[in-house]
């Protein structure tokens, strides 16, 4: 079993960066994939970015190209989604994900994901 849990979230204008962290605890020593996905009001969980143990490919949904970041530091078992030039459209909460494989071949699909976190929430103000 892997356990999650996302800091990092919060308030911020238009404009300004958050990063968040998800801790992952349990049956770490083993390869898996790990993603980020979020759900705003009224709205289906969708996929924001993920990364690959093998291969070392990450993923990313168009929305948020060149503005997140997705990375993970092996030492520490943490996952981390950098997002600079954040939209009101961003607002959502933010939930990590691992599957319990080490490669996906379509990250961006939910069902692949075997563990989740409790989300952490993002604002964004005009």
């Known amino acids: 079993q892997v356990q999650l849990v996302e800091s990092g979230g919060g308030s911020v204008q238009a404009g300004g960066s958050l990063r968040l962290s998800c801790a992952a605890s349990g049956r770490t020593s083993s390869p898996y994939a790990m993603g980020w996905f979020r759900q705003g009001p009224e709205k289906e969980r969708e996929f924001v970015a993920a990364?690959?143990?093998?291969?070392?490919?990450?993923g990313y949904a168009d929305s948020v190209k060149g503005r997140f970041t997705i990375s993970r530091d092996n030492a520490k078992n943490t996952l981390y989604l950098q997002m600079n030039s954040l939209k009101p459209e961003d607002t959502a909460v933010y939930y990590c994900?691992?599957?319990?494989?080490?490669?996906?071949?379509?990250?961006?699909?939910?069902?692949?994901?075997?563990?989740w976190g409790q989300g952490t929430q993002v604002t964004v103000s005009s």
């Open positions: 994900a691992a599957s319990r494989k080490g490669y996906l071949k379509n990250l961006a699909e939910i069902s692949n994901y075997d563990y």
């Open positions: 990364i690959n143990w093998f291969v070392s490919s990450t």
